[in-house]
């Protein structure tokens, strides 16, 4: 059977460590699993909790524990250094994965050639709460994985593709891991299990889900970047453009996505529902594409004068 790896970012979360951990405990592929913990600024609450489990792991756990605060992407990239499976799954601190849930994604992987596996779930408002807002995405195909985050927050991917994929974008805050899936959903089909993955927070506190401005930004850069025009609002182009569009920024380095997602250049644009509509946005893309940043902003600035949408 094959081995999974878990990576967890956990900051200022004391009230859901016992029963995160706990959870981890009992998910039936236990047995199976190497859980990579990373800590920003831990707490003596958050110590005593883990001081109390480290035995219950049996050796299969490694604890990660940073004096300053890092970003949950930036935790996930260090996570990714220890990985020693087959496949790597995320899993946030304050969700809660049902207990086959990574035995159904881990059994879809080992029998199928999918390179990523997905699954229904459940909304919440209240931590604990089981009962809310269902997803579940079957049926989908690869592109609508492409132009919304259908993955959910318990994906499950292969760890061979972290070559090709390098890691989560550190330029983003909030939406990495929609970056991430977009890259990943490139690879090929997307598995979808039939089975409830778990059960997500949305208590519109958290970072993904109170970012605000911050998350509007940051989601439409990534629309520009892929060319979704259809679903790129105007409004946020120069917020978009502070962006590192034609890189991914992992650890301190910097790839070309074209290395990262190599069919990029046909798929720019093929995303869009209306590509008519924004010709506009077309000739931004092919200036993306040739990564070169500052011809690339003048020609913008040339190209919204021109179509008389914008004056800088």
């Given at each position: 059977?094959?081995?999974?790896?878990?990576?967890?970012?956990?900051?200022?979360?004391?009230?859901?460590?016992?029963?995160?951990?706990?959870?981890?405990?009992?998910?039936?592929?236990?047995?199976?699993?190497?859980?990579?913990?990373?800590?920003?600024?831990?707490?003596?609450?958050?110590?005593?909790?883990?001081?109390?489990?480290?035995?219950?792991?049996?050796?299969?756990?490694?604890?990660?524990?940073?004096?300053?605060?890092?970003?949950?992407?930036?935790?996930?990239?260090?996570?990714?250094?220890?990985?020693?499976?087959?496949?790597?799954?995320?899993?946030?601190?304050?969700?809660?994965?049902?207990?086959?849930?990574?035995?159904?994604?881990?059994?879809?992987?080992?029998?199928?050639?999918?390179?990523?596996?997905?699954?229904?779930?459940?909304?919440?408002?209240?931590?604990?709460?089981?009962?809310?807002?269902?997803?579940?995405?079957?049926?989908?195909?690869?592109?609508?994985?492409?132009?919304?985050?259908?993955?959910?927050?318990?994906?499950?991917?292969?760890?061979?593709?972290?070559?090709?994929?390098?890691?989560?974008?550190?330029?983003?805050?909030?939406?990495?891991?929609?970056?991430?899936?977009?890259?990943?959903?490139?690879?090929?089909?997307?598995?979808?299990?039939?089975?409830?993955?778990?059960?997500?927070?949305?208590?519109?506190?958290?970072?993904?889900?109170?970012?605000?401005?911050?998350?509007?930004?940051?989601?439409?850069?990534?629309?520009?970047?892929?060319?979704?025009?259809?679903?790129?609002?105007?409004?946020?182009?120069?917020?978009?453009?502070?962006?590192?569009?034609?890189?991914?920024?992992?650890?301190?380095?910097?790839?070309?996505l074209s290395e990262s997602m190599?069919?990029?250049?046909?798929?720019?644009?093929?995303?869009?529902?209306?590509?008519?509509?924004?010709?506009?946005?077309?000739?931004?893309?092919?200036?993306?594409?040739?990564?070169?940043?500052?011809?690339?902003?003048i020609a913008l600035s040339q190209?919204?004068?021109?179509?008389?949408?914008?004056?800088?």
């Amino acid at each position: 059977m094959s081995s999974i790896s878990v990576i967890s970012s956990i900051y200022n979360s004391e009230k859901y460590l016992e029963t995160f951990l706990l959870n981890c405990i009992n998910q039936t592929a236990f047995n199976r699993i190497q859980f990579i913990f990373n800590f920003s600024l831990p707490t003596a609450g958050e110590m005593e909790i883990v001081d109390s489990f480290q035995g219950k792991f049996k050796n299969q756990a490694k604890f990660i524990f940073n004096s300053n605060l890092i970003t949950v992407y930036e935790a996930w990239n260090e996570n990714l250094k220890y990985v020693d499976s087959d496949y790597i799954a995320i899993w946030n601190v304050d969700d809660y994965r049902t207990d086959t849930s990574l035995e159904m994604q881990a059994h879809f992987l080992d029998n199928s050639d999918v390179s990523s596996v997905a699954g229904p779930f459940t909304i919440v408002d209240r931590y604990g709460s089981r009962s809310g807002h269902y997803v579940d995405h079957f049926g989908s195909q690869v592109n609508q994985f492409m132009r919304g985050m259908r993955h959910g927050p318990f994906f499950m991917f292969r760890a061979k593709d972290l070559e090709l994929l390098r890691g989560f974008d550190e330029q983003y805050k909030i939406c990495a891991d929609y970056d991430f899936a977009v890259r990943l959903s490139s690879l090929g089909e997307v598995g979808y299990t039939r089975g409830s993955l778990g059960y997500y927070l949305n208590s519109r506190s958290g970072v993904s889900t109170g970012g605000g401005f911050f998350l509007d930004k940051e989601r439409e850069s990534i629309y520009l970047r892929y060319g979704i025009f259809d679903k790129f609002n105007l409004t946020f182009l120069p917020d978009a453009l502070h962006f590192d569009l034609t890189r991914i920024h992992v650890r301190g380095d910097s790839y070309p996505l074209s290395e990262s997602m190599q069919n990029y250049i046909e798929i720019i644009g093929s995303l869009s529902q209306r590509p008519d509509d924004y010709f506009w946005i077309v000739q931004i893309s092919k200036r993306i594409r040739a990564k070169v940043q500052r011809r690339f902003r003048i020609a913008l600035s040339q190209i919204l004068k021109n179509l008389k949408l914008l004056s800088f």
